[in-house]
């Protein structure tokens, strides 16, 4: 009978009772193994190198140094998957910044079954981020100049993007390399409620694109960008005045609600050959059908590879099923977007 390796696991949180409530749920799993817990960085640090852990749960609100400052010295010299512990707030996107792989909302006391809620979520997570690749693409992106062409229909395009695990800092770094005049952008970025509006305001105050989260019934168009809700489906439609979404709450598609595959099929029946399709990292395979409908339909369609995934797994199906046209690098893809466009970086 084949042995499958246990996720080691670190938990770091100033909280001796979270720490121990976390220790005794995480045991309850026959995949992950508690190695040791921590209550500050400096103890983490020591962990760390004595128990080289395969995830890390880190409390962004610690004393001595906080969670992102830990992060920051932590990534470049001893890179490693980490799960990000916090309450709401704009710290969890410093944090992702920072090279944490995903993060998990802190459960409300007062709300009945969010404790069993928070468990399972960060579970599922820590089984995610032992899968993914950190440390190892994070780059300078240059800005971009557009360069119009006459035969560019940007005004009838449309960019769709989709992604998981990894995929917050992956838009960032293709959104805000992008140019002020590129056609309508549509972001499906599997994230919870509260958590998608802090993103689309943080890309808006990053980027010379318009950013917003979705509300039903805005209009796509050229030089603005629209994030899927957390628990909204988005979709594309049209009227005699051109595109606009629909977004609505409804039952999870592919596993998810936003579901990529719900915005990809979306594009491909309303927009068809005018539209470009870009899966990125994740785990799972939302997105990869929906895809491959887009390229069936005339729509060109990029994935991002294997070696600057965070978790490869949407991208890799995407491309195994025949829905993606050209695999590249995150650092490759605004160019190719351009070209495509006959735009110039």
Same mark, same amino acid.
């Given at each position: 009978? $084949? ?37 500050? %960085? ?8 004595? !128990? ?7 409390d962004v609100e ?11 010295? !932590? ?12 309450? *709401?707030?704009?710290? *969890?996107?410093?944090? !992702?910044?920072?090279g944490a792989v995903?993060?998990?909302?802190? %459960? ?39 360069? #119009? ?7 009838? #395009? ?17 959104i805000k390399t992008?140019?002020?005049?590129? %056609? ?12 998608? $509006? ?12 318009? *950013? ?8 796509? $168009? ?44 979306? *594009? ?78």
């Amino acid at each position: 009978m $084949k042995v499958t390796r246990k996720i080691k696991v670190l938990i770091v949180d100033d909280s001796l009772l979270f720490r121990e409530t976390l220790a005794r749920e995480f045991a309850k799993d026959f995949g992950i193994e508690v190695i040791g817990t921590a209550s500050d %960085p400096f103890m983490a640090r020591d962990k760390i190198l004595e !128990l080289k852990p395969d995830v890390v749960t880190l409390d962004v609100e610690m004393p001595k140094m906080d969670g992102i400052e830990f992060l920051k010295k !932590l990534m470049p010299q001893y890179p490693l998957p980490v799960i990000v512990v916090s309450s *709401v707030g704009n710290n *969890v996107f410093e944090a !992702l910044n920072a090279g944490a792989v995903d993060f998990v909302t802190k %459960p409300d006391a007062a709300k009945k079954g969010s404790m069993n809620s928070f468990i399972n979520e960060l579970i599922v997570k820590i089984k995610i981020a032992s899968t993914a690749q950190v440390g190892q693409f994070k780059k300078d992106y240059v800005s971009a100049k557009l360069v #119009t062409d006459k035969g560019t229909d940007i005004a009838n #395009t449309i960019l769709a993007i989709g992604a998981s695990t990894g995929g917050t800092e992956a838009i960032y770094n293709i959104i805000k390399t992008l140019p002020r005049d590129m %056609p309508g952008i549509l972001i499906v970025q599997h994230m919870p409620p509260v958590f998608t $509006k802090m993103y689309a305001d943080r890309l808006n105050n990053s980027c010379k694109l318009e *950013v917003k989260e979705a509300a039903d019934g805005d209009l796509v $168009k050229p030089g603005r960008v629209l994030v899927a809700a957390g628990d909204f489906h988005m979709r594309l439609a049209k009227s005699a005045s051109g595109y606009f979404v629909k977004c609505a709450r409804g039952e999870k598609v592919s596993g998810h609600c936003p579901s990529v595959d719900v915005l990809f099929d979306s *594009v491909a029946e309303v927009a068809k050959n005018k539209a470009i399709g870009v899966i990125l990292t994740g785990m799972g395979s939302d997105g990869a059908k929906g895809l491959l409908n887009m390229k069936k339909q005339g729509a060109y369609t990029i994935g991002q590879d294997e070696k600057t995934s965070v978790v490869y797994g949407m991208p890799m199906v995407a491309y195994n099923i025949g829905a993606v046209d050209k695999q590249l690098p995150l650092d490759k893809i605004p160019q190719e977007i351009c070209d495509h466009l006959a735009l110039e970086l």
